[in-house]
């Protein structure tokens, strides 16, 4: 590693490590061109698109939105065919991290000394 993570990238590694995904440092892509209705929505389940250097979620279309939709309006692939999301596919997991939670990589040894941290 060539620089010194900040707190966004260390968590960002520590969800993926850990087998829980990876987490975007900013999601909003206040750096990034996105379609009104993206900005107006926020990001959801179906969003396609790549992190920059900045860790900025770069939106490029919704897998589960028609091609005619306004949030396809920067285009979309040649070949694109939308894709059907039944509700009973999704899973919410509520509090699935509790607060204090303590993410870390398989192997990692973890001690706790305090609760409080004054």
């Known amino acids: 590693m060539s620089s010194v993570a900040g707190v966004e990238e ?15 440092w900013n999601v909003s892509g206040i750096t990034s061109p996105r379609p009104a209705k993206h900005i107006e929505n926020g990001v959801d389940i179906g969003d396609v698109g790549l992190m920059d250097l900045d860790g900025d979620f770069v939106y490029l279309f919704n897998i589960f939105t028609p091609k005619e939709d306004p949030l396809h309006s920067m285009g979309v692939p040649d070949r694109f065919e939308q894709l059907d999301l039944n509700p009973g596919d999704i899973r919410s997991i509520p509090n699935h991290f509790p607060p204090q939670t303590i993410i870390a990589s398989k192997g990692v040894d973890v001690t706790i000394t305090s609760k409080d941290p004054l």
């Open 10 to 24: 260390t968590y960002s590694r520590s969800l993926f490590s850990s087998g829980n995904g990876f987490a975007p």
